[in-house]
């Protein structure tokens, strides 16, 4: 097949392979490998953009309830606040805020809120449980689908919260350890005799087990990869019925410099999906079609103390700020959000790049940070492009190999 394309295309005659091989060049076109001269590729990349971007049909709200945290991480990004809540008068712009949101958009079908912080189950009583509360009445008035995902290390998580996740539906959680037990309590624990790891396996089995998904991040470094395994002997007595409800993702630490860990990793996860856990979509690697949240219109970031941001991966400062919201619950955003929003593809490396229908030139967040500047989210490595393409090529035809 690769050398009739190849003859076809060296001889500059498409049209025969369409006269030997119809199917082929058929499905050439329908996948857009072959395109006219006329088209304009950037411009439906662009459009493309715009259409996952501005999707009217979902809104996405992530709300940071508090900036404490019960544990101290060495490489955490965010600066713990102490007495960092949400107000009961900043509880009720939230929920207004909600229910403006449904209301000036008639065609939502899907609300997502997404808790994050700090440690969102630090003040879960007094301000996440009666936003999960009021979204829920709310959209099941309105006959919508509701989305509640929680952002949290896992340790507070009580039989009665799991009661109320069942009652609310909650359908995810993003859970992390950073390593085996003795690797991971060295960096999460509660006391210089008491770690963290025990209680969180606990917890994410008690959560799996009540079928609600957990993606279970690992912040490997080179040192806690090497005994990573031990993690499988630990959840060893889950049920294989339950083990596909856990996902594993593995994140390089930001601050490790060895860049060569990849087999290691590799080996990490196939081990994983032989035990019957799952791995991330390869699919998601296209950033186009499956944007992050802060690249669309739709969507705020709301900190406990009314900021609101779009990108939860930078420092909830005022520099950062995008918007805030008032006593009527609006966001009243500034030209910050402004210009992410319209700011378009312009960087040179991604206009004549091979991938960027399905990398899309990175984040808006990227992109923002590199006005007038090339750059490349994959370091303009061509084998990157090539290990992403692979992937998806995998994830899509795995039944079909
Ligand atoms: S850095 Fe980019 S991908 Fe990460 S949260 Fe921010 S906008 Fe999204
Ligand atoms: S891989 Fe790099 S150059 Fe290509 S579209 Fe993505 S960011 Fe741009």
């Excluded at 939860?312 to 009527?328: C, M, Q, S, V």
Aim: aromatic residues 10%.
């Amino acid at each position: 097949m690769k050398e009739l394309i190849e003859a076809a295309k060296n001889e500059d005659n498409l049209e025969g392979l369409r006269e030997i091989h119809p199917d082929l060049y058929q499905q050439l076109v329908e996948q857009g490998f072959f395109v006219k001269q006329s088209d304009n590729e950037i411009e439906k990349v662009r459009q493309r953009i715009d259409d996952v971007n501005y999707n009217e049909e979902e809104y996405y709200l992530i709300i940071n309830s508090t900036m404490n945290c019960n544990f101290g991480c060495w490489y955490c990004y965010e600066t713990h606040k102490k007495n960092s809540h949400i107000s009961d008068a900043s509880l009720q712009k939230i929920k207004k805020f909600i229910e403006n949101t449904l209301e000036k958009n008639k065609k939502i079908t899907k609300y997502t809120i997404q808790f994050f912080g700090g440690e969102p189950l630090l003040d879960y009583k007094k301000s996440v449980l009666p936003i999960m509360d009021y979204a829920f009445k709310k959209a099941q008035q309105r006959g919508i689908i509701l989305l509640l995902n929680f952002t949290t290390n896992g340790y507070l998580i009580s039989d009665d919260m799991i009661q109320d996740f069942l009652k609310y539906k909650v359908n995810g959680f993003q859970i992390t350890l950073d390593g085996n037990r003795d690797e991971h309590d060295k960096v999460r624990f509660v006391s210089k005799t008491k770690g963290s790891y025990d209680k969180i396996v606990e917890n994410i089995k008690k959560i799996v087990r009540n079928k609600m998904s957990v993606v279970l991040r690992i912040n490997y470094t080179e040192k806690n990869l090497k005994e990573l395994d031990l993690v499988f002997e630990d959840l060893e007595d889950l049920e294989l019925e339950y083990r596909s409800l856990i996902t594993f993702s593995l994140n390089k630490v930001w601050q490790e410099s060895n860049n060569n860990l990849g087999e290691k990793v590799s080996t990490f996860l196939s081990l994983a999906t032989n035990k019957g856990f799952s791995l991330p979509d390869a699919l998601l690697s296209d950033r186009v079609e499956n944007s992050c949240y802060a690249d669309k219109f739709n969507q705020a970031t709301i900190n406990y103390d009314g900021n609101v941001y779009k990108c939860n991966a930078r420092d909830f400062t005022d520099e950062n700020k995008e918007g805030i919201l008032n006593d009527e619950g609006v966001v009243e955003w500034n030209e910050k959000r402004t210009f992410r929003m319209e700011h378009k593809l312009k960087n040179k490396a991604c206009l004549e790049c091979r991938i960027l229908p399905i990398c899309g030139r990175g984040c808006s967040q990227n992109m923002i940070e590199h006005v007038d500047k090339d750059y490349c989210v994959n370091d303009f490595d061509e084998a990157k492009k090539d290990d992403i393409i692979l992937s998806m090529f995998l994830s899509e035809n795995v039944e079909k190999i």
